[in-house]
C-alpha cells in the first residue's frame, strides 16, 4: 500500500509542511515516496530524499513546473497516482490549491484537512471551524488526504538518503500563466513551524502599532500573526492571519493581544499548548480558552513585557 | 458574458454548533441559515463586474433542498439576474457538487465561473478546484482580486507566502477569498423584486450524475475541551508563570 507525498517548496527549500505531512504518511505506511514538481530543484529533491520515512524521491524538473500552477501538475499527478493507494499532500494554500483538482482526474473524492489517522480508511477532520470533529470513512480505490500540518509532528532525518530518479515529462497547459508574486519574506520564524507566536487584532488600532509586538517577537524568537481583522483593516498582509480560513497553528506559546475571540479565529489557534490573552475587556471570550488572561490596555502591557523580558 | 456563481446555504456564522446526542451528525435544526459568507463575495463581485459592463447576466445556482431557493432569492435581491435549483434531498459531496454544476455549465455555457473558497460547515475548500478539473477550466482559487481584459481573467490569490498573480483564459473558475469585496445589503425593494425574477428548479437526476456518497462520516464529537485558566494581576506575574510554571519561555 503505498503513498506518494506531494513536496511543497519554493525550488530551492522543501517547506516545514512537507515534513508534517510524511510523518502522517508513515502513520498509514513504511512504503513512502515523495514527488518534487518544480524547475532546478535539485537542493529541494536532495533535501527530500534525507526526511526520516522517505524510501524514493521521483523529481518532475520542467521550466513548465516552475510556478507549480495546478492546471499542469494535476496533469502529471494524474498519471503518477496510478502506482499508489493515498496521494497526500500538506493543508496549506499549495496543497488545497492542487490535491482536489487532481483528484477530480481519477473520480476521487479527496479528504481535506486530516488531524489523525485512525486506520487505513479511517481519518478525523475538523468541521464547523472545529466546534465538531467528524470521523470519516472511505473505501475508495484511492485516496487523497490533506493533511493538517499542526496536528502532526514534522519527520526528522534518516541516515542514508533515499535514491532520487528524474523524470522528463513535460506537461504545459496554456490555461493559467504566472504574472507576479508579492511573497513576504521575514528573518522571524515561519507561523506554521514557530514555536511562540504573538498575534494582533483590532486592538492594536494601527499598522505601526504592529511594530511594537514585532519587538517583542524578536524578544522570544517569535513568529507575529493576526486576527481577520486586523488583516481586513490593512495593519498587516493576508499571509500573517490565523484562523478557520486562515493559517492554522499550535506553538507551544500562543499570546492574543488585543484579539476578541471570534470562533472563526479560535479555529486557528485553539490547539496551542499554552494561551495568553491581553485584552482589556475582561468579558472577552478569548479569555474562556486562555491558560493565562491579562486583563489590561495592551499599550501598557506591550511596554512593561517588553521590559522584563 | 454570463457569469455563474454557486451558492451554497449554511448555518449562519454566529451559529455555534454541537454534535447530535447520538454522535453521528452536527445539530442544526432550528438553527439560523444564511448564504455561505464566501458565496455572498461571489455574488457581489459578479454583481459588480456586471454593473462595470464587464459582464451581461449573473445566474446563482445552488445544489439543494427546496430550502436553498431562500438562499437563492436572496442572491437575486443583492442583484443576480435569475436563479437555478438542482434539486436533491441528499447531502451531495464535492465531487458530486462539482458533477451537477458541471452539468449546469454544460447547459449554460457561462464566460466565468465564481464559487467560495470554502463552506463554513464543511470547510473542505475543494469543489471550485474540483469543477475546474472536470470541465479543464483554469482556476483563480482564493482570489483577493479579479480583473477581466482582453479575454482573458488576472487573478490576485491569497497564498500562505503572500500574494500571487495568475492570468487565466475564459472561460475560467474562480474561488473568493475573504478581502476580494464587502458584499452590499439588500434593500426592500430589491428583496420585493426579487421574488419576481426567474427561479429554474431541475432534478438532480435529470442529469444522470453518480452522486453516490464516498466519504462517510461515522461519528461527530466535540473538540477537546481547554481547561479554564487563571487571571494575572500583570505582566511581571505573567512573565513569571511562563517561564516557572508553564515554562515556555526561558
Ligand atoms: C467566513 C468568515 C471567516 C472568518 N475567518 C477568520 C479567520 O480565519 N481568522 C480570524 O481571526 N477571524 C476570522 N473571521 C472574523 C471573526 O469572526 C472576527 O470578526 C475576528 O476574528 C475579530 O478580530 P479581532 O478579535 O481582532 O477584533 P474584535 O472582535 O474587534 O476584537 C478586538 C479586541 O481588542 C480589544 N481591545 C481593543 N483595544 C484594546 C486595548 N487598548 N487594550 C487591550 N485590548 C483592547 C477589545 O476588547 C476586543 O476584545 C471570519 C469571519 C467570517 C464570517
Ligand atoms: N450545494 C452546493 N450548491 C452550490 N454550490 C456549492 C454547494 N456546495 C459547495 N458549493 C460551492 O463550492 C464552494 C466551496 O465549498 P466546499 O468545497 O464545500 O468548501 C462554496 O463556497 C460554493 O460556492
Same mark, same amino acid.
Given at each position: 500500500? !503505498?503513498? @506518494? ?21 508513515? #502513520?498509514? !505506511? ?18 527530500? *530524499? ?7 524521491? =521521483? ?22 497516482? @496510478? ?14 490549491? %492542487? ?12 479528504? !481535506? ?15 464547523? *471551524? ?29 541516515? +542514508? ?11 504545459? !497547459?496554456? %490555461? ?34 504592529? +511594530? ?7 524578544? @522570544? ?6 486576527? /481577520?481583522? *486586523? ?9 500573517? #492571519? ?59 502591557? &506591550?511596554?512593561? %513585557?517588553?521590559?522584563?523580558? | ?39 455572498? &463575495? ?30 437563492? /432569492?436572496?442572491?437575486? *435581491? ?33 464566460? %466565468?465561473?465564481? =464559487?467560495?473558497?470554502?463552506? &463554513? ?41 503572500? =500574494?500571487?498573480? =495568475? ?7 474562480? +474561488?473568493?477569498?475573504? /478581502? ?33 456518497? /464516498? ?36
Amino acid at each position: 500500500m !503505498s503513498i @506518494l507525498v506531494i513536496a511543497e517548496h519554493d525550488n530551492l527549500t522543501l517547506k516545514d509542511s512537507t515534513l508534517n505531512t510524511i510523518t502522517a504518511a508513515s #502513520q498509514l !505506511s513504511d512504503d513512502v515516496d515523495i514527488v518534487v514538481i518544480g524547475y532546478q530543484c535539485d537542493k529541494v529533491a536532495a533535501a527530500a *530524499a534525507k526526511v526520516a520515512g522517505i524510501a524514493n524521491v =521521483l523529481v518532475f524538473d520542467q521550466e513548465a513546473y516552475q510556478y507549480q500552477l495546478a492546471e499542469n501538475l494535476s496533469s502529471l499527478l494524474k498519471d503518477i497516482a @496510478l502506482e499508489y493507494r493515498y496521494i497526500l499532500a500538506p493543508a496549506t494554500t499549495f496543497g488545497k490549491n %492542487l490535491l482536489p483538482r487532481t483528484a477530480a482526474l481519477f473520480d476521487c473524492q479527496p479528504i !481535506s484537512d486530516v488531524i489523525e489517522i485512525v486506520d487505513a480508511n479511517t481519518f478525523k477532520r475538523p468541521i464547523y *471551524a472545529g466546534n465538531a470533529i467528524a470521523t470519516v470513512i472511505s473505501e475508495q480505490s484511492k485516496l487523497c488526504l490533506t493533511i493538517r500540518c499542526a496536528a502532526f509532528e514534522a519527520a526528522g532525518l534518516q541516515s +542514508t538518503a533515499a535514491p532520487i530518479q528524474h523524470y522528463a515529462t513535460d506537461i504545459s !497547459s496554456t %490555461l493559467s500563466h504566472f504574472v507576479s508574486a508579492d511573497i513576504a519574506t521575514s528573518d522571524r520564524p515561519d507561523l506554521l513551524s514557530a514555536n511562540v507566536i504573538i498575534a494582533g487584532g483590532r486592538g492594536m488600532q494601527s499598522a505601526d502599532s504592529f +511594530t511594537l509586538l514585532n519587538n517583542l517577537a524578536d524578544k @522570544l524568537g517569535a513568529a507575529v500573526g493576526a486576527s /481577520r481583522a *486586523a488583516v481586513d483593516a490593512g495593519y498587516v498582509p493576508n499571509d500573517m #492571519q490565523i484562523g478557520q480560513t486562515g493559517k492554522i497553528v499550535a506553538p507551544d506559546l500562543y499570546i492574543a493581544v488585543g484579539i476578541s475571540g471570534a470562533i472563526q479565529h479560535l479555529a486557528g489557534m485553539q490547539d496551542s499548548k499554552v494561551i495568553v490573552a491581553i485584552n482589556k475587556d475582561e468579558d472577552a471570550p478569548i479569555f474562556q480558552v486562555a491558560d493565562y488572561g491579562l486583563v489590561d490596555d495592551l499599550f501598557t502591557a &506591550i511596554q512593561e %513585557l517588553g521590559e522584563l523580558l | 458574458m454570463k457569469i455563474l456563481v454557486a451558492i451554497k446555504r449554511v448555518v449562519d456564522y454566529n451559529v455555534k454548533v454541537r454534535p447530535t446526542s447520538d454522535g453521528k451528525s452536527v445539530d442544526i435544526a432550528n438553527t439560523k441559515k444564511s448564504i455561505n459568507p464566501f458565496c455572498e &463575495i461571489a455574488v457581489e463581485e459578479a454583481i459588480r463586474l456586471k454593473e462595470a459592463e464587464l459582464a451581461t447576466e449573473v445566474v446563482v445556482v445552488s445544489v439543494g433542498p427546496d430550502a436553498v431557493q431562500e438562499q437563492l /432569492r436572496t442572491a437575486m *435581491a443583492l442583484g443576480a439576474d435569475r436563479a437555478i435549483q438542482v434539486k436533491t434531498e441528499a447531502d451531495l459531496e464535492p465531487l458530486a457538487i462539482g458533477k451537477a454544476l458541471k452539468a449546469v455549465i454544460e447547459r449554460e455555457d457561462p464566460g %466565468l465561473v465564481m =464559487l467560495g473558497k470554502q463552506s &463554513i460547515d464543511g470547510d473542505n475548500n475543494q469543489t471550485g478546484q474540483i469543477l475546474a478539473a472536470l470541465t479543464n477550466m483554469p482556476q483563480g482559487t482564493f482570489a483577493s482580486h479579479v480583473a477581466i481584459a482582453d479575454k482573458r481573467v488576472v487573478v490576485t490569490r491569497e497564498v500562505d507566502g503572500g =500574494l500571487q498573480t =495568475l492570468s487565466l483564459s475564459l472561460p475560467a473558475i474562480i +474561488t473568493t477569498d475573504l /478581502r476580494l469585496n464587502e458584499p452590499r445589503y439588500a434593500s426592500l425593494p430589491n428583496i420585493m423584486k426579487a421574488k419576481r425574477k426567474p427561479l429554474f428548479v431541475i432534478d438532480l437526476n435529470e442529469f444522470g450524475i453518480d452522486s453516490e456518497p /464516498r466519504v462517510v462520516t461515522t461519528a461527530v464529537e466535540s473538540p477537546a475541551q481547554r481547561q479554564p485558566g487563571i487571571k494575572v494581576a500583570n505582566a511581571a506575574e505573567l512573565v513569571d508563570k511562563l517561564k516557572n510554571e508553564a515554562k515556555v519561555i526561558t
